[in-house]
C-alpha cells in the first residue's frame, strides 16, 4: 500500500519521539501523522460516525408550527 498523508521521514521523526530509533514498523492502512501519534500514545481510538446534519435549526417558528402540523 502507498502512503500518501505521511512521508518515511514523518514516521521516523514521530517514532523518534517516542524513543524509538530501531524498529520494524508495519502501517496497514494510509494514516496521518496525527493518528500514528494517537496510536503511539495507545490512549486514542478512531470509530467509524456518521454525521447528520439538517437545516431545521434555520426553520422560523411560523415554519416550524406547519411542519409540526404536518407531520402530526
Not at 9 to 24: T, Y
Not at 46 to 52: E, Q
Request: hydrophobic share 40%; aromatic share 6%.
Amino acid at each position: 500500500m502507498k502512503l500518501t498523508k505521511i512521508s518515511k521521514e514523518e514516521i521516523r521523526s514521530v517514532l523518534g519521539q517516542f524513543g524509538i530509533h530501531n524498529a520494524d514498523v508495519l502501517i496497514r492502512e494510509n494514516v496521518t501523522p496525527e493518528q500514528l501519534i494517537d496510536s503511539m500514545m495507545k490512549n486514542r481510538v478512531y470509530v467509524p460516525a456518521v454525521f447528520v446534519v439538517n437545516k431545521v435549526d434555520t426553520l422560523t417558528p411560523e415554519e416550524a408550527g406547519a411542519f409540526r402540523r404536518i407531520s402530526s
